[in-house]
């Protein structure tokens, strides 16, 4: 990346694309909003990346993030950020220096951003596609090494409320998230993540009638699906 290319722009001088199939809850908008309001470095870090128009290619979930911090009064962001831990461990001068930052920010909002003017309409149809495809995964081992709440805040929270592969013995977990736990005697693990309203989906693939738990033994499966 070059980063002579990389500017600060005014929020509104740039916009979300309509045409991005790439969607966030209410839910985890508002962890990624603070987790911006925590770490607003990493906005210059990550720049949104626009056509020559101003139209967001990349970094949709990121504006629509400050823009909602936009629409907060000073008062509302000084006690959102304090309820955030890692700002909590952090000294006074460093607390100050993160709530000026915002006081000011929320004067005259921005944002950084990189703008392509050399992309034909097919290259910026491709690019908004590969921009939001996670081709890797979390190494959980390596996670472990992490506070679990500081991951939380930070958006890492693919399994809510608990660490995957913990306290699920006897194929049960703690789920809040519409997620499907199929659990073989071997505690090998089949994780299904899926949207909320894509129940019916789900219970075609498992078999199943409806959902009575968030953990699923193999044997429970097949003996439903046999049994009809």
Known sequence: MNDDKITRVPLHDVRQNEANPRTITPENLKKLVRSILEFPKMLQVRPVITDETG???????????????????????????????????????????????????LKSPYLYAIRETELSEDDKREFVIKDNVHAGQWDYDMLRNFDQEDLQEWCVTPWSGTFPFEGMDGGTATNENNSVEVVAPERERIIIIYPRGE??????????????????????????????
Request: net charge neutral.
């Open 55 to 105: 139209l967001i290619l990349g970094g949709n979930m990121r504006h629509k993030a400050l823009a909602s911090i936009a629409e907060l009064s000073e008062d509302e962001i000084m006690a959102e950020i304090g309820t955030l831990r890692s700002v909590q461990r952090k000294v006074r001068g460093e607390q100050e220096q993160l709530a000026d930052f915002w006081k000011k920010w």
């Open 199 to 228: 129940n019916a989906d789900v219970l075609r693939l498992l078999g199943l009638k409806e959902l009575t738990k968030p953990a699923y033994r193999l044997d429970e499966i097949i003996g439903k699906q046999c049994a009809e």
